[in-house]
């Protein structure tokens, strides 16, 4: 049975290629499926907000308080969902921000160590007030405070939106 699928490696090759390359178009250019931009109000706790334009964001920059949070469990038992409607994996380096839109990539840095790591905004929050960024346990790391649990931060937005929707800020080059 096995020497039968290998009489044909270059058809058996093809398959598996143009399969693997659909599979990682839809998943690389749209994580969980959403196009284009999340820029509509909503409301959390009676408390409403009303995301900023993607012009706007493209020159955004923001200095505050920055946390982590945990919506996933190791092998996946408990895994949360983002505002996008993506799995949180730990090993993501993603976050919230309540008026960014979604998905947008932004540069964080630790004003503590100078650490910085580019993460992606997927998800809304934080919703504890006086904190601007929520990151992910394996993006806290990354940046020196796991431990500590939260420290100041600046953060400056790279660009905003996936795929063919995706808009770049002058000067960033990747």
Same mark, same amino acid.
């Given at each position: 049975m096995i020497s039968r699928c290998f009489k044909n490696p270059p058809r058996l090759l093809a398959v598996s290629f143009l399969t693997a390359s659909c599979f990682l178009t839809s998943c690389v250019s749209y994580p969980g499926g959403h196009k284009g931009y999340q820029t509509s109000s909503y409301s959390v706790r009676g408390q409403s907000y009303q995301p900023m334009s993607v012009d706007a964001a493209l020159d955004f920059q923001e200095t505050g308080s920055c946390s982590w949070y945990n919506e996933?469990?190791? +092998? $996946?038992? !408990?895994?949360?969902?983002? /505002? +996008? $409607?993506e799995k949180v994996m730990p090993w993501h380096l993603t976050g919230a921000h309540k008026t960014l839109p979604l998905p947008c990539l932004i540069k964080v840095t630790n004003l503590k160590n100078g650490k910085s790591l580019k993460v992606r905004i997927n998800d809304r929050g934080p919703f504890i007030p006086g904190r601007i960024l929520d990151v992910t346990p394996r993006a806290a790391k990354k940046l020196g405070f796991y431990d500590q649990g939260i420290t100041n931060v600046h953060?400056?937005?790279? /660009?905003?939106?996936?795929?063919?929707? !995706? !808009?770049k800020k002058r000067g960033w080059f990747f």
């Amino acid at each position: 049975m096995i020497s039968r699928c290998f009489k044909n490696p270059p058809r058996l090759l093809a398959v598996s290629f143009l399969t693997a390359s659909c599979f990682l178009t839809s998943c690389v250019s749209y994580p969980g499926g959403h196009k284009g931009y999340q820029t509509s109000s909503y409301s959390v706790r009676g408390q409403s907000y009303q995301p900023m334009s993607v012009d706007a964001a493209l020159d955004f920059q923001e200095t505050g308080s920055c946390s982590w949070y945990n919506e996933s469990s190791w +092998l $996946g038992f !408990k895994r949360g969902t983002t /505002s +996008l $409607g993506e799995k949180v994996m730990p090993w993501h380096l993603t976050g919230a921000h309540k008026t960014l839109p979604l998905p947008c990539l932004i540069k964080v840095t630790n004003l503590k160590n100078g650490k910085s790591l580019k993460v992606r905004i997927n998800d809304r929050g934080p919703f504890i007030p006086g904190r601007i960024l929520d990151v992910t346990p394996r993006a806290a790391k990354k940046l020196g405070f796991y431990d500590q649990g939260i420290t100041n931060v600046h953060i400056e937005v790279i /660009s905003v939106g996936d795929g063919s929707y !995706k !808009k770049k800020k002058r000067g960033w080059f990747f």
